[in-house]
Nanobody
Framework: QVQLVESGGGLVQAGGSLRLSCAAS????????MAWYRQAPGKQRELVAT???????TYVDSVKGRFTISRDNATNTVYLQMNSLKPEDTADYYC???????WGQGAQVTVPS
């Protein structure tokens, strides 16, 4: 059974930082690409960052240079370090395998304007 548990969200002032964690289980972890997504109020879910099994990373342009995705294959955990946060980063953040269809509860991130 697939299970994704995100944590680390919260309210932070603009310019601040947060680190999200995601514990994944139910599918092979170490060999698969993992990703972070986000969904802002009234908007569609968007792909934010990906990390391949070997550590290669990609980012959506809006977070390049500010967010860092990483993974720990020993603990089946993926992280998202978010620095220099902006109000437009406000969203619910979710992790998943690429192509995964089951979602966790997400981590809410709020950056007041």
């Amino acid at each position: 059974q697939v299970q994704l548990v995100e944590s680390g969200g919260g309210l932070v002032q603009a310019g601040g930082s947060l680190r999200l964690s995601c514990a994944a289980s139910g599918r092979p972890f170490g060999i698969n690409t993992m990703a972070w997504y986000r969904q802002a109020p009234g908007k569609q879910r968007e792909l934010v960052a990906t990390i391949l099994s070997g550590g290669y990373t990609t980012y959506v342009d809006s977070v390049k240079g500010r967010f860092t995705i990483s993974r720990d294959n020993a603990t089946n955990t993926v992280y998202l370090q978010m620095n220099s946060l902006k109000p437009e980063d406000t969203a619910d953040y979710y992790c998943n395998w690429i192509g995964g269809s089951c979602w966790g509860q997400g981590a809410q991130v709020t950056v007041p304007s």
